[in-house]
């Protein structure tokens, strides 16, 4: 079964503090993997994306890394603001079909607190 | 303006009602897309549409229909609502081809009573 989760689950960390935000997934064929970022009251926004070949990508203060040997992604967001409270989803693709095959994992909401 | 545009951005309503959504967007993206998010549960897809003449069911089309008036507008529709469909519902856009991320709306936050 195709499926994508995350950890953790919440997380509150202080203003300036890195975190590292966890996505696992169990999902054939791979295509690629993208994290979202979902302010409250917000629809989601794309940060980044991963394909196959690809181990390493930043976006500002944002790095995620993918493993798909282990079929494992991280998020890495370094020096928080307090802007970067919010939800982040791991988003997977599957296959090269037409059909739009895209898992979206439950989310990890981020606080960051003065 | 935003992009991709929801309305209305909350709706209460009764059990048995008819519901409708909407969604219109001025990105130009062929494929647009119905989703509903739960507390806890990542977004489920409901229905999809890769062109005004092709519509598809998601993994949870039950209780649900959609309708592609034009190009740029994508309406889903609970036909008689029952409380298990209160949820937030979001409405998203792509582009048809390459790697390229779906754009969501704001969404619509659904109550059923």
């Known amino acids: 079964k195709n499926q994508v989760e995350q950890s953790p689950q919440s997380l509150i960390i202080l203003e300036g503090k890195n975190c590292t935000l966890q996505?696992?997934?169990?999902?054939?064929?791979?295509?690629?993997l993208r994290w979202y970022k979902q302010d409250t009251g917000r629809g989601p926004v794309s940060l980044t994306i991963?394909?196959?070949?690809?181990n390493t990508k930043s976006n500002g203060r944002y790095t995620a890394t993918l493993d798909a040997d282990t079929k494992q992604s991280s998020l890495h967001i370094t020096a928080s603001q307090l802007s970067d409270s919010a939800s982040y989803i791991c988003?997977?693709?599957?296959?090269?079909?037409?059909?739009?095959?895209?898992?979206f994992g439950p989310g990890t909401s981020l606080s960051v607190i003065p | 303006d935003a992009d991709v545009t929801q309305t209305p951005r909350n709706r209460i309503t009764k059990t048995g009602k008819r519901i409708m959504l909407e969604c219109s967007q001025t990105?130009?993206?062929?494929?647009m897309y119905w989703y509903r998010q739960d507390p806890g549960l990542g977004l489920r897809l409901i229905y999809y549409?890769?062109?005004?003449?092709?519509?598809n069911k998601g993994e949870i089309s039950d209780g649900y229909s959609v309708s592609r008036q034009a190009q740029a507008k994508f309406s889903l529709s609970l036909e008689s609502a029952i409380p298990n469909q209160t949820a937030l519902y979001f409405c998203?856009?792509?582009?048809?081809?390459?790697?390229?991320?779906?754009?969501f709306g704001d969404g619509t936050r659904l109550s059923i009573l």
């Open positions: 998203a856009t792509r582009r048809g081809w390459g790697n390229q991320p779906q754009h």
């Open positions: 996505c696992n997934y169990t999902v054939s064929p791979f295509s690629n």
């Open positions: 991963m394909t196959f070949s690809e």
């Open positions: 988003v997977v693709s599957a296959g090269e079909t037409s059909y739009d095959k895209v898992i």
């Open positions: 990105k130009g993206h062929d494929r």
């Open positions: 549409s890769f062109d005004v003449k092709d519509i």
